[in-house]
């Protein structure tokens, strides 16, 4: 089945543990994003790659890392300096750009997405 | 400045009524528009989007959206909701930027 899948479903992280969580797309698609969705503030981008081995920080990219060394893979790192990680994460990636078009107006499509805690 | 605004927390309707889950945004240009739904502890589901043409777009599970460029709207409707329809509704909007910035998202209850 074609999808964006996301793991693990639930992580917990202890004070000043770096955690990773995992994003993987098998719809060829060249653009991939991650969102924050915290209660009551809908989804925030933290950040997105429209192409492998580039990646550009969102409007709340502190406290994270992401790479893009392939198309299929955006895994995002939950850094240590990230002071309030408890959250629902979000992976997207969206349709093939048109020549010339980028990626605007594209259908953004979601994975099933990823708690983090910290305990 | 906010993008994006959905006035209404939650709308609440009776099964068979017709809904609407109200959206307005404040971006400059031609935006592009978009409508997604989340159930409970899952993703985002795609319903429908406006990038040119008819300003009245129909999307996935009855609904449908029109746009309104001199009231900058971009409502969400469906004429007779069902009890499956409550969720979380998130309007979104696209500068032209391939990003998109969403609402803070309208919950549905549609009441038997």
């Known amino acids: 089945d074609g999808g964006i899948t996301q793991s693990p479903k639930y992580l917990f992280r202890k004070e000043g543990q770096n955690v990773t969580l995992s994003c993987e797309q098998n719809?060829?698609?060249?653009?991939m994003y991650w969102y924050r969705q915290d209660p009551g503030q809908g989804l925030r981008l933290i950040y997105y790659s429209q192409i492998v081995n580039d990646f550009q920080k969102g409007d709340i990219a502190e406290g994270y890392s992401v790479s893009r060394e392939k198309k299929e893979s955006f895994p995002l790192t939950v850094t240590s300096a990230q002071k309030n990680p408890t959250a629902f994460y979000l992976c997207?990636?969206?349709?093939?750009?048109?020549?010339?078009?980028?990626?605007?107006?594209?259908?953004?499509?979601f994975g099933e997405g990823s708690w983090l805690t910290v305990v | 400045a906010q993008s994006v605004a959905q006035p209404e927390d939650q709308v609440n309707v009776a099964e068979g009524n017709p809904l609407t889950v109200k959206c307005t945004y404040s971006v400059s240009g031609n935006p592009y528009l978009f409508w997604y739904v989340q159930y409970p502890n899952r993703g985002l589901q795609f319903l429908l989007k406006?990038?040119?043409?008819?300003?009245l777009v129909k999307g996935s599970y009855g609904f449908e959206a029109e746009f309104n460029k001199s009231q900058t709207s971009f409502h969400l409707k469906k004429p007779s909701a069902l009890v499956s329809d409550s969720a979380l509704y998130f309007c979104a909007v696209d500068k032209r930027t391939g990003k998109l910035i969403f609402g803070q998202g309208t919950t549905l209850q549609v009441k038997p």
């Open positions: 997207a990636s969206s349709t093939p750009s048109r020549r010339g078009q980028g990626n605007s107006g594209n259908t953004i499509y």
């Open positions: 719809l060829n698609h060249d653009a």
């Open positions: 406006y990038i040119t043409g008819d300003n």
